[in-house]
């Protein structure tokens, strides 16, 4: 089975621009969470979602959204990107929503602003 | 509140043991372990969760002491495989909000 699959791997985006990242879950998967990882340290939370609903939302600004579809994928989108939205942006999905199952994150969207 | 790792990072040799600790300021209801090596995705070891339950690897073991709020991940006969960089991920609200901790970055050495 495939599993959690991001695109596009590598972007270079400029300062104001906006940037929409995808995400596959794993089949049968219905949850989908996003994690910024800036080198060096650990995943922060941005968003859950669960049956296309918002579940939760981590300390990012507005400009950052996402949204899931009726398959279960994901998209998240930064609008007037800043120096400091350079990091790695990873998609983890899971069964459900809860805490007692396993996250399973795909290899990222590596996000580069200049 | 960013739950703290300790060590921040550790050097064993091929067959040594480590502790990894998690220690968190807030009531967890949940804590999770993953291994991620450089430039790619998180792994899943381990989940214990409130009242005792465990899902993992054989060949990894965890406890949880909901008292103290902490979590610590035990690497037994370590392997070259081993070598990455550590997160405990704890969960307060039984939801996927985790907040993962600081990071333990763990190398192997033959």
Known sequence: DAGVTQSPTHLIKTRGQHVTLRCSPISGHKSVSWYQQVLGQGPQFIFQYYEKEERGRGN????????????????LNVNALLLGDSALYLCASSFDTGGSGELFFGEGSRLTVL | QQPVQSPQAVILREGEDAVINCSSSK????VHWYRQKHGEAPIFLMILLKGGEQKGHDKISASFNEKKQQSSLYLTASQLSYSGTYFCGTDHQGTYKYIFGTGTRLKVLA
């Open chain 1, 60 to 75: 990012f600004p507005d400009r950052f959204s996402a949204r899931q579809f009726p398959n279960y994928s994901s998209e």
């Open chain 2, 27 to 30: 009531a967890l209801y949940s």
